[in-house]
């Protein structure tokens, strides 16, 4: 029992932290919301234009600001207190909710409306993505020992509303439209609103406050590019980014065209991701502390190339859903075991705009992908488009060893 009991107590540790953990339930109840959304204005696009770009497109105006202003926005993260910067960004989502809600209930909702509704969804993530990301610490205490749990845990949250939100967005999709979908969102905002202005916080150490703005950027750049383990680690993020997410853009066209499961079945694809998703994110809690992490993180993306291309293979929506949960779970264990291992080599002082770089890595590389597979799918239809992202996941993996063989021998 007293073994078990140990076991528990280590999977939670973070919790212990009262700042990280209304954190945690204030952004249980954000982020389903947030994927509520999600599902509803790919629905929305594909039933508006039919095209397989302007998937792509909504997809690319969304991360097109991370990609051109996430290591702008590192500096501000190490420049200002980053409750402040999370409680801006958090209002901002809430309110371009509400303007996506009223549009979409009034009838007159267009495509143009929704890039731009997209591009300033955008420019709040460049901004909040590295924050949250950052800011983890300071909710630990700056205890190391819980980062890899807390990192875990946060990836936990974040695909169990994966997997709560998609559902109940495609359900009520089908059952009351898309605009319910979008309002509800934006009253989930105050859940995360409220729980950080409960924080008791010490004052934050600005040390890049005192430096020139394109100081503080040269300096974190010059860091990332003189640590070549770093450097790899958010080159292959960027790469799988690219391929591998931007491949997911096509699934509201598989499960209308292909699969004909309508918006249900495509809540499913995304929810079954969410599943796998969760798998990977709890395997981390309970043994991520006794893996070798370099060598999970490589055999975590061996399997993204072959899942991949058997969704584009795939004809039965059980199948399909299968491959969903594999790729959830690949990609959630990659994605935090980087995260982890960028945050536990970077000293903290520099750490927003290193965060920055990888979600510059993550999130702007992704729209560029998800804009030429949209595009080559309209060409040469989604599977087709799938199955040669997946071929190119799966050379990714000689790169990963030839490239970066130090990044396979982190612990």
Request: net charge positive; aromatic share 10%; hydrophobic share 55%.
């Amino acid at each position: 029992m007293t073994s078990v009991a140990s076991t528990w107590g280590r999977a939670f540790s973070a919790l212990r932290h009262r700042n990280f953990r209304l954190f945690f339930f204030g952004q249980l109840v954000s982020l389903i919301g947030s994927w509520m959304q999600s599902t509803a204005l790919q629905w929305l696009v594909y039933n508006l234009t039919g095209s397989q770009t302007s998937l792509g497109l909504v997809t690319f105006a969304n991360f097109l600001p991370v990609l051109l202003f996430s290591l702008f926005m590192g500096v501000l993260i190490d420049r200002f207190p980053r409750r402040r910067l999370l409680l801006f960004t958090q209002t901002w989502f809430m309110v371009l909710a509400v303007v996506l809600a009223v549009l979409t209930w009034a009838g007159v909702i267009q495509f143009w409306h929704i890039l731009v509704l997209s591009l300033l969804l955008g420019l709040g993530n460049a901004l909040d993505m590295p924050g949250r990301q950052a800011f983890v610490v300071e909710m630990v205490d700056d205890d190391k020992d819980d980062l890899l749990n807390a990192i875990s845990l946060n990836s936990t949250l974040f695909n169990l509303a994966r997997i709560i939100g998609p559902g109940i967005g495609g359900m009520v999709v089908a059952a009351l439209g898309e605009a319910p979908a979008f309002a509800i969102n934006a009253i989930t905002f105050l859940a995360i609103i409220v729980s950080l202005l409960l924080m008791r916080l010490p004052p934050p150490v600005l040390e890049a406050r005192a430096e020139n703005p394109l100081g503080n950027l040269k300096q974190g750049l010059g860091y990332l590019l003189g640590e070549r383990t770093i450097l790899g680690l958010v080159t292959m993020v960027a790469l799988f980014s690219m391929a591998g997410f931007g491949a997911l853009t096509l699934l509201p066209v598989f499960a209308k065209d292909i699969l004909h499961t309508g918006a249900t079945g495509f809540g499913n694809l995304m929810a079954a991701q969410g599943v796998g998703a969760l798998a990977g994110a709890l395997s981390l809690i309970f043994l991520g502390e006794r893996w070798h992490k370099g060598r999970a993180l490589l055999a975590s993306r061996v399997f993204i190339g072959p899942a991949l291309m058997g969704l584009a293979l795939s004809r039965n929506p059980l199948l399909s859903m299968a491959l969903m949960v594999v790729l959830g779970y690949t990609f959630t264990t990659q994605l935090v075991l980087t995260n982890t291992l960028i945050q536990m080599l970077v000293p903290d002082a520099l750490r927003g705009r290193v965060m920055s770089a990888y979600t510059w890595a993550l999130g702007g590389f992704y729209p560029v992908g998800a804009l030429a597979i949209g595009a080559l799918g309209d060409h040469i239809g989604a599977p087709a488009a799938a199955f040669l992202a997946g071929a190119v996941c799966a050379g990714l993996i000689a790169l990963n060893m030839v490239a970066f063989p130090r990044m396979q021998r982190l612990r």
